[in-house]
């Protein structure tokens, strides 16, 4: 029993204690919490005084700043203020000026139309004294005045027509003069860096033959030979009495030579039937294809023209068979272009353009002589189907001004031609081709009115006309030179320049009694 009730006095005791213990521990609580909650309550006070601090220091730079913008602007409208014053001050000056200047030409004005009134009279005065003056000259030279003034005109005229005449002589022969030495030196200087040789060749059709018994073998049994190679070749061969000699005819020079070429294969192989024939007139044509071709790509390889079309290029090459007045047309295109280079560099125009065109301005010359039209129009449409510059179709085109040239290389152009056509030597025509364009000149000088007698001289390089005195004085003589001159340009082919000259002779005779 004794240990019955320490049992429940431990238990009581402990229950004692943990009540107790609890009702400590709730005690130590609430001061610790009341404890912190008075240091939040500081801690929070503390904040907001510091908040307050900071919002009042805000406040006191936020209104600083207000206060310092609100006087800027303050100092900046004054000074608006007091610009637009010294603006205003400005236009009151201003105004006042203007007001005066208005005053002063106002008075001006007065001033001017009174002297103007003044002149006015004077005027009236001096045509009423203008009238007498006339009244009375013609009172005392029995002329009224549309008399007198054809009289003045008629002398005046007259006078006026010498000088005129003496005035244009005299500029014609400081133009000429100036002209020809500057051409002599453009000219001199392009020929001298040109340097090429010149012979004058005519293209022939004539084939050797070892003996005159190949002559029989070339006609072969009833002409079968001759007449399968003229069929073949398209060409005429003329078998006569030249010793030791064929001619082969043709217009076409290309074909020419290509039967000229299988001729001479021909008898020089020995063998001469149909058969043989055709076989070697094929292998010629093969040949003389290859030769434009190589001589094409040299004639643009030695004027210096990179990049034209095949096609053009073969063209080019058929002028290595083509002459003209006995000068080889190929050579004569080269030797164009660099002349033409050559201008255009002393000119200052386009190089590249002047030497593409003086190499290509005789183009239309290799075309088949079936096709319609001039050499140069030719030229020029076979140019622009493959992309040739304008400027340069336009200078083939131009250079017989058969249309009108459209830029400097153009007129280049056409003077490297005729530098290269009339150098000495360069070409030479038929006597028969000579007479008639001598008499051409001659006709075409005998035309005009007032001539008596005309003489080409020179081998037609010069024409001299003589004309009546009474009917061409010295102002018409010149106006008749210049036409005559323009009159074989438009309608005569020749190489180099004519030259025309008018001559107006006065003969006075008289008897001593």
Not at 52 to 79: F, M, S
Not at 111 to 138: F, G, T, Y
């Amino acid at each position: 029993m004794n240990s019955t009730i320490w049992i429940i006095i431990e238990i009581v005791s402990a229950v004692v204690a943990l009540i107790a213990g609890f009702a400590i521990g709730a005690w130590y609580w609430k001061n610790k919490i009341e404890k912190e909650q008075l240091l939040q309550k500081v801690e929070g006070d503390r904040i907001l005084e510091d908040a307050k601090e900071k919002a009042l220091a805000v406040e006191l730079k936020a209104r600083d700043e207000a206060l310092e913008i609100h006087k800027k602007a303050e100092n900046e409208a004054l000074r608006r203020r007091n610009e637009v014053n010294r603006e205003e001050d400005r236009v009151q000056k201003r105004r006042e000026e203007l007001d005066q200047r208005l005053d002063r030409l106002d008075k001006r004005e007065q001033v001017l139309n009174k002297r103007q009134s003044a002149i006015d009279k004077r005027a009236n005065e001096i045509e009423k004294l203008h009238s007498d003056e006339m009244e009375e000259l013609q009172r005392i030279s029995q002329l009224s005045t549309e008399e007198a003034r054809a009289i003045l005109l008629q002398e005046v005229e007259k006078d006026t027509r010498s000088d005129m005449a003496r005035i244009i002589r005299q500029i014609e022969m400081e133009a000429r003069e100036e002209g020809e030495t500057r051409a002599r030196k453009i000219i001199t200087t392009s020929i001298q860096r040109i340097a090429s040789d010149h012979v004058a060749e005519i293209t022939t059709s004539v084939v050797n033959i070892p003996s005159e018994e190949m002559k029989g073998r070339i006609i072969g049994r009833n002409g079968r030979n001759i007449h399968a190679f003229e069929q073949a070749a398209g060409v005429d061969v003329i078998v006569d009495d030249t010793p030791e000699a064929v001619t082969i005819s043709c217009f076409d020079p290309v074909r020419r030579e290509i039967a000229r070429r299988s001729l001479a294969k021909l008898i020089q192989d020995g063998r001469i039937h149909p058969a043989h024939i055709e076989k070697v007139l094929k292998t010629e044509q093969k040949e003389v294809e290859r030769t434009i071709i190589e001589a094409g790509e040299q004639a643009v390889y030695e004027a210096g023209v990179p990049g034209l079309h095949p096609e053009i290029i073969k063209t080019l090459g058929r002028l290595k068979y083509r002459t003209s007045y006995g000068q080889n047309q190929l050579y004569h295109s080269v030797e164009s272009a660099k002349i033409a280079a050559a201008l255009a560099a002393e000119l200052g125009a386009d190089i590249d353009v002047a030497r593409s065109a003086g190499l290509l301005h005789d183009l239309g010359k290799a075309i088949d002589y079936n096709v319609e039209g001039t050499h140069a129009q030719l030229g020029a449409e076979l140019a622009r189907r493959y992309g040739v510059n304008p400027k340069v179709v336009n200078a083939i085109a131009s250079h017989h001004h058969e249309i009108d040239q459209e830029s400097v290389e153009a007129v280049i152009v056409e003077a490297a031609d005729a530098i290269s056509g009339a150098r000495p030597g360069a070409r030479r025509e038929s006597l028969e081709q000579y007479i008639k364009r001598v008499k051409a000149l001659e006709e075409i000088a005998n035309s005009h009115k007032g001539v008596t007698q005309s003489f080409a001289l020179q081998a037609g390089r010069e024409i001299r006309i003589f004309v009546r005195p009474d009917d061409i004085d010295d102002l018409a003589a010149t106006h008749l030179a210049r036409d005559i001159a323009r009159q074989i340009e438009e309608s005569m082919q020749y190489p180099g320049q004519i030259k025309v000259t008018v001559i107006r002779e006065t003969r006075v005779v008289d008897y001593a009694k």
